[in-house]
């Protein structure tokens, strides 16, 4: 069997079985985007081998090669984070946001928001605006507007549901 037949047979079990390689890379590196880089340098290698007899079970040496490459993967990032971190308990660090997907995700989040503020009128964005961004009381923005602080209590509420409901429609 040429290599290129060896190759055919690991890409139709890489399709097939794909789902199943994501899962067991993540057993081992935690995260999705670290179990798709793991599945994909996977496929690359073996692609880029000249394989010289056919694999009886493709599925079964792709898994085994996931699982070495994931364990690789864990370790030499256990690796890298002793030496960032020498002296430090990393534990203790604070980062809201761990890694690229769910900063992308608050990034498509504060954009539907920003849209959404553009879209509601002057007024009511300034009062909601200054209350919640420059810590404004309803009271003092009231007074400045020349309205009572309940009305401006319901236009900060107005622009708050319209942010949630832009949040709610996002299709991410």
């Given at each position: 069997?040429?290599?290129?037949?060896?190759?055919?047979?690991?890409?139709?079990?890489?399709?097939?079985?794909?789902?199943?390689?994501?899962?067991?890379?993540?057993?081992?590196?935690?995260?999705?985007?670290?179990?798709?880089?793991?599945?994909?340098?996977?496929?690359?290698?073996?692609?880029?081998r000249?394989?010289?007899?056919?694999?009886?079970?493709?599925?079964?040496?792709?898994?085994r090669?996931?699982?070495?490459?994931?364990?690789?993967?864990?370790?030499?990032?256990?690796r890298?984070?002793?030496?960032?971190?020498?002296?430090?308990?990393?534990?203790?660090?604070?980062?809201?946001?761990?890694g690229?997907?769910?900063?992308?995700?608050?990034?498509?989040?504060?954009?539907?928001?920003?849209?959404?503020?553009?879209?509601?009128?002057a007024?009511?964005?300034?009062?909601?605006e200054?209350h919640r961004?420059?810590?404004?009381?309803?009271?003092?923005?009231?007074?400045?507007?020349?309205?009572?602080?309940?009305?401006?209590?319901?236009?900060?509420?107005?622009?708050?549901?319209?942010?949630?409901?832009?949040?709610?429609?996002?299709?991410?």
């Amino acid at each position: 069997m040429a290599h290129g037949t060896a190759n055919e047979s690991l890409l139709a079990a890489y399709q097939q079985h794909r789902s199943n390689l994501l899962a067991l890379a993540r057993r081992y590196v935690h995260t999705h985007w670290a179990a798709e880089d793991v599945v994909h340098d996977v496929l690359i290698k073996c692609l880029e081998r000249r394989l010289s007899t056919p694999l009886k079970q493709p599925a079964g040496y792709l898994s085994r090669m996931v699982r070495n490459q994931a364990i690789d993967y864990a370790r030499t990032r256990a690796r890298e984070m002793r030496l960032i971190c020498d002296g430090v308990d990393c534990a203790e660090l604070d980062c809201p946001i761990r890694g690229p997907e769910p900063l992308a995700e608050a990034h498509e989040h504060l954009q539907c928001i920003l849209c959404a503020l553009e879209k509601m009128p002057a007024r009511k964005r300034e009062a909601f605006e200054r209350h919640r961004l420059e810590g404004d009381s309803q009271k003092s923005i009231a007074h400045a507007f020349g309205v009572s602080p309940t009305l401006i209590n319901f236009m900060i509420k107005e622009v708050q549901r319209g942010c949630e409901q832009a949040l709610c429609d996002d299709p991410t």
